[in-house]
């Protein structure tokens, strides 16, 4: 099974901050990566997939990079309505899809 | 607009059975793989299985496999988990997850907002 690190588990920033948040996969898992948004009581959002691609209707704000074992999620200025949890998921090890632990992004 | 809907969702004694559906609405259902994952009380995220356009080809996560059955009925565009031999560790809210796919691509661009399991001892 694929083991996928997030850093850090917490992240504090401030509103029109930048925050860049880590996801380190235990073994290469090419550019199959995608990055979820869960705010307290909802479903998870796609942000992005591919490890760079932007979903349909996601803020050019979100970016992401990385390939092989490190991949980056970017907020270039966060808005007070980024603040949640933050979760990577690989697919290259289909059907065993992993999540990573999930970084808290707080004001 | 795209839209999921879990229901099934309860609590049950340990060892015993439940059915989940998922109603989806506002795409042709029969033309996406579907998902269900995931996520016990302040944890993460867990796959729990997916299911081909047709039906034909399932995959559950190892976890589960043997207990669990994941099934979709394309003329009632629904999506089932059937949930057999339940056990503590199983007590999640299910969310269902479609897709963009129809060759399953094991990304995941609409969730439902998930229903509660919740397995007594």
């Known amino acids: 099974e694929i083991v996928l690190t997030q850093s850090p588990a917490t992240l504090s920033v401030s509103p029109g901050e930048r925050a860049t948040l880590s996801c380190r996969a235990s073994?290469?898992?090419?550019?199959?990566l995608a990055w979820y948004q869960q705010k307290p009581g909802q479903a998870p959002r796609l942000l992005i997939y591919g490890a760079s691609n932007r979903a349909t209707g996601i803020p050019a704000r979100f970016s992401g990079s990385g390939s092989g074992t490190d991949f980056t999620l970017t907020i270039s200025s966060l808005e007070p309505e980024d603040f949640a949890v933050y979760y990577c998921q690989q697919r290259s090890d289909w059907p065993r899809i992993t999540f990573g632990q999930g970084t808290r992004l707080e004001i | 607009q795209v839209q999921l809907v879990e229901s099934g969702g309860g609590v049950v004694q340990s060892g015993r059975s439940l059915r989940l559906s998922c109603a989806a609405s506002g795409f042709t259902f029969s033309r996406n793989a579907m998902h269900w994952v995931r996520q016990a009380p302040g944890k993460g995220l867990e796959w729990v299985a997916v299911i081909s356009v047709d039906g034909r080809d399932y995959y559950h996560a190892d976890s589960v496999k043997g207990r669990f059955t994941i099934s979709r009925d394309n003329s009632r565009n629904t999506l089932y988990l059937q949930m057999n031999s339940l056990r503590d560790e199983d007590t999640a809210v299910y969310y269902c997850?479609?897709?963009?796919?129809?060759?399953?691509?094991?990304?995941?661009?609409?969730w439902g907002q998930g229903t509660l399991v919740t397995v007594s001892s």
């Open positions: 997850a479609r897709d963009p796919s129809a060759a399953a691509n094991y990304y995941f661009d609409y």
């Open positions: 073994q290469s898992v090419s550019s199959y």
